[in-house]
């Protein structure tokens, strides 16, 4: 990855975890890292805990002052109001939330949430000062009936339509068959599809966009590919989901650059 942008490992915990064994995880991961010696201005690390979780887990981040960042799995498109269940993204900037996952595909599955929504989402986690984490990827289905690219490359220009040139977004490829199978992409194929999405990004953002914003993979990552995934140029970190819920494993995931050959 280029050396101007920080990698960043991210924790999607999806259903997992209630918030004493939220606190009890990054509590662990912030000692695991912290034997090993870990350089944290290195790497960026972003949990994103249940809602239920956030507030416990901020608070040990602040009064610890564990160097982690924290977020939300998704946010409401709208402010406030007579949204029963929803959860607006005014309330996770209050409690500190610095990044937004928005359109992960068990989104898009079991919620409906098409390209509209994802972008409204995106600009709602923009207006309240979080980063939103736009996911993108394709099922199996789309892979073969129009190759790997595609779908994510139109997923994004529905969603960066409308977004500022100088917001701060993250982007996360993650094929939809890779996702808590065990078989993720090879680093050339997710490299392929997120040198496409960069090139959205500047179509779409501007070339300072292009250059400073931070593309990941997700889907199947765990400590023995991370590496190979972060030698590829334009891949700048990960998300992670079912490894992110071990410690030994997420902090061996964020420990990539003292793997082997990187
Ligand atoms: P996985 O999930 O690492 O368990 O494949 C990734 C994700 O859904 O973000």
Redesign the pocket.
């Known amino acids: 990855m280029a050396v101007s942008r920080t990698p960043l490992i ?1 924790g ?1 915990w ?1 259903m997992n975890l209630d918030h004493l064994q939220a606190v009890a995880l990054v509590q662990k991961l912030h000692w695991s890292l912290k034997d090993a010696d870990h350089d944290f201005a290195s790497v960026d690390v972003t949990v994103f805990p249940p809602f239920t979780d956030i507030r416990s887990v901020q608070t040990l981040i602040e009064a610890d002052k564990i160097p982690f960042g924290f977020g939300a799995q998704d946010l409401s498109v709208h402010d406030s109001g007579a949204y029963t269940g929803e959860v607006s993204g005014a309330f996770l900037g209050k409690l500190g939330c610095s990044q937004v ?1 928005i359109g ?3 989104r898009r599955e079991y919620h409906a949430e098409d390209d509209a929504v994802v972008a409204a989402k995106t600009q709602a986690a923009l207006k309240h000062g979080l980063v939103p984490v736009i ?1 993108v990827g394709e099922t199996s289905e789309d892979l073969e009936r129009h190759g790997a690219s595609a779908v994510p490359v139109a997923q994004l220009e529905k969603a960066l339509e409308g977004v500022a040139s100088d917001a701060e977004i993250v982007v ?1 490829y ?1 094929p939809v068959w ?5 078989q ?1 992409a090879t680093p050339e194929q997710a490299q392929e599809v997120c040198a496409k999405l960069r090139d959205v990004i500047r179509a779409s953002l501007g070339d300072d966009a292009a250059a400073s914003t931070r593309v990941l993979y ?5 400590s023995s590919n991370i590496a190979s995934f972060m030698r590829e140029p334009d891949i700048d970190g ?7 819920l071990k410690v030994d494993e997420f902090s061996s995931i964020i420990r990539f650059q003292k793997h082997v050959g990187v």
Do not use: D, Q, Y
């Open positions: 991210a999607n999806k996952i992960h595909s068990e996911c996360a993650e890779a996702i808590g199978s065990g993720a997700g889907g199947s990552v765990k990960a998300l992670v989901g079912g490894g992110s």
